[in-house]
C-alpha cells in the first residue's frame, strides 16, 4: 500500500528528521544560477550583487527553479560570503569568481573588520525570505543557509576564490592563534544570520563546509568542529533541521556528525548506499549524485538514477535528492527537469521505518 502524498514541505522536513515520506524529496544545490536562460536574463540588467541585495530580485531568482522545474524545497538566492562583505570586506563578483579588496593577513587586519549586526547588515536576506516565503506558500519547503566558520576563514584570509586555499591552509600553521580569533568572530554573526533566516520563514538550514577535503582532518577538528557545534547547538533549540554539507564527505563523516546535523549532505565519491549503512538511522543522507552527470542525455541521467535508488532498494527513508554539489554552468535545463522528475517518477517503497544498520 503506497503512503499517503504529502505536501513538499512535510516530506521535506520529514526526510530531514528520517520520518515516513511516499517518496524523498528533491532540490539540487545551486538551483537557481546561470544554467538558466531566465536568469542569464535578470543578470544583464543586475549584478549578481543586486541580485542577492533587492529582495524583489533575489525573490525572483529563488523562484526561478520552483516554477520551471517544480522542486520540493526553494533555497534562498544569496551567497555564503555576504557575513564577510558585512564585516568591512568589500566584495566583487568578477569572472575569476569572488574577489574581496582586501584578504585577512595579520592582527591589524583583524582590528580593521567590523562587527556587524545580521539584523541590519544582513536584513535583505531576511527581507527576501519573507517574500519568498509567502510566494511559495505553506506546501513548499524553504531553505536558508550560510557557510561554515572554516570556510569564510579560508575566503577571508586568501581574498577571494582559490584552488587550493594555500594561504589560508598556511596560516593554520603559522599562526592558528589569529586563525582562532577571527573565527570567533565568525562563529557569532553565522549564527545570528541562521537565526535570523529561521524567524523570516525558513524550514531548514544548510551549513556549507565547503572546501573540507582540502584541509588535514586533524584542522577540520581544530579549526571548524568547536565552533560549527556552537552554531547547530544555537539552531537545534529553535527546532529546525540543519543539513551540514562538506566536501571529502566520507573521510570527515565521524567528525560532521559529532556536529549532531539532522542531515549530512554527501559529495559523489561513495555511494548513497554506502553511506546510508554508515550513518545512525535518526540521521538523513542528502545527495548525492555527480553534477558532472547533468551533462549526458536525459535517458542516462534517468539510467544512473534509477540504478542508485535501486541500490537502497528503493526505500526512500532518510534520504533528500540533490547532487553531491552544486548545478554547473552549462548544465542544459532539460536534464534538471529529468532530474526532478526521474525522482518523483520512481516508483519507491511504502512508508515504514527505516531498517537499522547492523
Ligand atoms: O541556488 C542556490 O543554491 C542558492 C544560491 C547560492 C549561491 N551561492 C549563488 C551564487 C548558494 C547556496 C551559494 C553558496 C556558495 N557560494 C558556496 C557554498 C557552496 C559551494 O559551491 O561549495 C560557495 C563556496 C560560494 C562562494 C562563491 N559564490 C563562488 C566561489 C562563486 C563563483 C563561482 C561560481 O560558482 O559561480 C560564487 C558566485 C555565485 N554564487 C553565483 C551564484 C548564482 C554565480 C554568480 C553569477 O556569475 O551570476
Known amino acids: 500500500m503506497n503512503a499517503p502524498a ?3 514541505r512535510r516530506r521535506f522536513l520529514n526526510a530531514c528528521r528520517a520520518q515516513p515520506v511516499d517518496r524523498p524529496p528533491v532540490w539540487l544545490m545551486r538551483q537557481a544560477g546561470r544554467y538558466m536562460a531566465a536568469y542569464q536574463k535578470l543578470r544583464q540588467r543586475y549584478s549578481f550583487m543586486d541580485l542577492c541585495k533587492i529582495p524583489e530580485a533575489a525573490l525572483e531568482v529563488t523562484m526561478q527553479p520552483i516554477h520551471a522545474f517544480g522542486m520540493d524545497a526553494a533555497i534562498i538566492f ?3 560570503l555576504m557575513p564577510l562583505e558585512a564585516m568591512g570586506l568589500p566584495l566583487q563578483f568578477t569572472e575569476a569568481g569572488p574577489r574581496f579588496e582586501w584578504a ?3 592582527s591589524s587586519d583583524l582590528s580593521r573588520l567590523r562587527v556587524p549586526d545580521a539584523g541590519k547588515d544582513l536584513g535583505y536576506v531576511a527581507q527576501a525570505m519573507r517574500l519568498v516565503r509567502k510566494e511559495l506558500g505553506e506546501e513548499k519547503a524553504l531553505l536558508g543557509f550560510a557557510g561554515s566558520p572554516m570556510t569564510l576563514f579560508a575566503y577571508a584570509a586568501e581574498g577571494g576564490s582559490s584552488h587550493h586555499f594555500n594561504r589560508a591552509r598556511a596560516m593554520m600553521y603559522s599562526n592558528p592563534d589569529l586563525v582562532h580569533a577571527l573565527l570567533d568572530r565568525l562563529t557569532p554573526l553565522i549564527t545570528d544570520h541562521l537565526l535570523m533566516q529561521i524567524e ?3 524550514d531548514a538550514v544548510q551549513i556549507f563546509s565547503s572546501h573540507a577535503d582540502l584541509f588535514p582532518v586533524e584542522h577540520y577538528r581544530r579549526f571548524n568542529l568547536p565552533y560549527l557545534n556552537a552554531i547547530v547547538e544555537a539552531v537545534a533549540k529553535t527546532g529546525k533541521p540543519v543539513i551540514l554539507f562538506a566536501r571529502g564527505t566520507w573521510s570527515l563523516l565521524e567528525s560532521m556528525l559529532e ?3 539532522q542531515a549530512v549532505s554527501a559529495d559523489w565519491r561513495v555511494g548513497l548506499a554506502e553511506y546510508r549503512a554508515a550513518l545512525p538511522a535518526s540521521v538523513a543522507v542528502q545527495g548525492n549524485f555527480d553534477p558532472a552527470m547533468l551533462f549526458a542525455a ?5 539510467e544512473e538514477m534509477t540504478r542508485a535508488f ?3 532498494d ?3 527513508h532518510g534520504l533528500i535528492i540533490n547532487l553531491g554539489h552544486g548545478v554547473l554552468p552549462g548544465t542544459p535545463e532539460e536534464n534538471v527537469a529529468e532530474f526532478v522528475r526521474a525522482v518523483k517518477e520512481y516508483p519507491w517503497k511504502a512508508a515504514g521505518s527505516r531498517h537499522e544498520t547492523v
Not at 298 to 302: S, T
Open 6 to 8: 504529502l505536501d513538499s
Open 259 to 261: 556536529s549532531r546535523p
Open 314 to 316: 528503493g526505500d526512500p
Open 104 to 106: 585577512v593577513k595579520d
Open 298 to 302: 536525459p535517458f542516462r541521467v534517468r
Open 310 to 312: 535501486n541500490s537502497l
Open 200 to 202: 523570516a520563514g525558513a
Open 78 to 80: 544569496s551567497d555564503i
